[in-house]
């Protein structure tokens, strides 16, 4: 029996809608339907917390209990997330070893049940293969892996601190081997995915699959080769430097390219989705034209008082990850003959019937039961309509306009800190390396190099900053063009788009951001500065000029005054060169 207090024993049982012991009881405690429970540790013990998770497909679950070896119900207390797919989850502390079994429960029914053994030997069988139930214990777990208050600053120096925190990673120490003590993870932008994808794969026991690829052209997307797969997390537990080898093997392959593949193409690890709620879960990977890729992590949904937001995570080169708000400031998309870009799924692998394993192709995927469909819905689509189409998603009732103007001044400020960080980061390097020059690539390479360039510079981020001003800008005029997307109250779109150019000029005066001088001392500037600085951030990305410098003062203000480095002369005068990049917001190929 459990040891927690009586009082809070009958708090649980009165806040969750109860399942008959009955039902329970004459229940084979089988998992056939649309929820699933899932169980971390491998090996529970009476001795350490042990972690439910229930995950469904086609609804909320309402409540978790447990039934012990005499038929008595133990409720536990649980927290919802997400939807779809929608999960509940709680921890178990204080039982006795023994046999369990673990309900799950909506209105009242009964939705699935799962064996739960405490400190008998042998462990929990592993699924071993993946399809709809994994996919959503995945998606689920991403979603509580990034889960915060939606205004909070989620922002992490690597992916290292999230998935060593036991609260936060479901599936923290899941193998009983202390597995998760100083492992190594610092994956930059295009390794991110793979990294979460190839950490889960080894939690739960699953295989992965990974191709080399090009880096296309001017003319055409990467292309890529046969699949490697990995199966060795299918072959019982595998020790932390089984997963580091994988890992690194992944690390060598997968660029800034893999994920831009031709949306019709096969020979992919991605391929495209529909642009809908359903199928848009967390751990979705977003690939823009450009070569930067974020995961989804959550949905908050829209309500009376709040804009909803689509939350997603992203890596840096210097290796730090970022929540953040997707919009078009952050979700590029571009037609573009270079690249194909949208949302996408990972690849699934499937059993061949001689005990092998391969990917399934497109057709395939269109209406496979067990994964997000393969659609090129997102290759019709304009950039305009695309954005259309996700706002529409993220706030099916619409926006009023001073609602829509407020979240897109949230998210440029956001963007705006999240750059301060990033600055920081290069300045920090320099203190370490005082006097020391970073090399600059040619051409298209300032994009993609590796080294410190790579790890500190900013172009691609510059140019997203650029493209985030110019859409909070225009929103005056997109009122006007796309008017079903907002909640005008009767007025003319062009009357609500002439109030909010004046709520604009109001606004970018009051809201400000600080960043850190050379000598150490604050420096505030209002986001009208920030936006009256738009030229400069063309050539503020080198990494070799001064903080000032990357924040547009100019020479001979205060400001400007603490500054004590810039840039040689001839990587000034390649940046100059590369100015027409910016100002154009025009990626080149590599």
């Known amino acids: 029996m459990p040891t927690q ?74 927290r919802r997330r997400g939807g779809p797919p929608w999960s509940r989850i709680a921890i178990a ?44 214990f995945y998606a689920a777990w991403i979603e509580e892996l990034f889960g915060a208050p939606p205004e909070e600053n989620l922002s992490l120096p690597s992916l290292e601190p999230v998935l060593r925190n036991a609260e936060r990673n479901f599936l923290y120490n899941h193998l009983g081997l202390n597995e998760d003590k100083n492992l190594p993870l610092t994956p930059d932008c295009a390794d991110l995915p793979y990294t979460l994808r190839a950490y889960f794969a080894w939690k739960v026991g699953l295989p992965i699959a990974f191709r080399a690829c090009g880096r296309g052209s001017a003319n055409a997307p990467p292309r890529c080769g046969a699949a490697t797969v990995k199966t060795e997390f299918t072959q019982g537990i595998r020790s932390q430097a089984s997963f580091r080898n994988v890992s690194g093997q992944l690390a060598n392959a997968v660029h800034s390219g893999t994920a831009r593949t031709g949306l019709e193409d096969e020979s992919t690890d991605l391929y495209p989705i529909p642009l809908g709620r359903e199928r848009l879960w967390p751990g979705t990977v977003y690939a823009d034209p450009y070569g930067h890729v974020l995961v989804l992590v959550e949905w908050v949904p829209q309500t009376a008082g709040r804009p909803g937001m689509l939350l997603a995570v992203d890596a840096q080169p210097d290796n730090s990850v970022t929540r953040k708000r997707t919009w078009e400031g952050t979700l590029l998309f571009a037609d573009s003959k270079s690249a194909g870009p949208g949302f996408k799924a990972f690849r699934p692998l499937v059993r061949t019937d001689s005990g092998g394993w391969r990917t399934l192709a497109n057709d395939e995927l269109v209406d496979h039961p067990g994964f997000a469909p393969f659609s090129l819905e997102q290759d019709q689509l304009a950039p305009d309509d695309f ?61 993609q190099t590796l080294g410190p360039w790579e790890d500190y510079s900013t172009p691609s981020r510059d140019m997203r900053l650029i493209i985030a ?10 009122i006007v063009s796309h008017p079903e997307l907002f909640v005008i109250n009767g007025g003319s779109p062009e009357e609500a788009a002439a109030e909010i150019e004046q709520h604009h000029a109001k606004r970018i005066r009051e809201r400000s951001i600080r960043y850190t001088r050379t000598d150490g001392s604050p420096w505030e500037l209002s986001v009208a500065e920030v936006l009256a600085r738009k030229p400069a951030y063309q050539m503020a990305y080198n990494p070799n000029d001064c903080v000032e410098i990357r924040w547009g003062a100019k020479p001979g203000t205060e400001e400007y005054s603490t500054c004590r480095r810039q840039a040689p002369a001839e990587q000034r005068a390649k940046m100059e060169k590369y100015r027409i990049w910016f100002r154009e917001v025009r990626r080149p190929a590599q």
């Open 5 to 78: 207090p009586s009082r809070y024993f009958l708090a649980c049982l009165l806040a969750w809608a109860s399942i008959s012991v009955a039902l329970a009881e004459n229940h084979s405690c089988e998992e056939t339907g649309e929820t699933h429970i899932w169980i971390s540790p491998l090996n529970p013990t009476a001795d350490e917390p042990i972690k439910i998770m229930a995950v469904s497909t086609d609804g909320p679950v309402s409540g978790l209990s447990l039934i012990d070896s005499q038929g008595r119900r133990l409720p536990l207390k649980s």
């Open 93 to 136: 502390e204080g039982f006795s070893e023994g046999e369990y079994r673990v309900l799950a429960g909506r209105n009242g029914k009964l939705t699935a049940c799962r064996p739960l053994a405490i400190g008998a030997s042998g462990a929990q069988e592993s699924p071993k293969t993946w399809g709809l139930a994994t996919e959503a």
């Open 387 to 447: 954005y259309a189409g996700l706002a529409k998603l993220v706030n099916p009732r619409g926006l009023d306009p001073k609602q829509a103007y407020e979240a897109s001044l949230d998210a440029l400020v956001e963007q705006i800190e999240t750059r301060v960080t990033s600055i920081d980061n290069g300045e920090a390097y320099f203190r370490k390396h005082p006097g020391s020059v970073i090399p600059m690539p040619s051409g298209a390479a300032i994009f």
């Open 469 to 478: 001003i110019n859409v909070l800008n225009g929103l005056p005029e997109k």
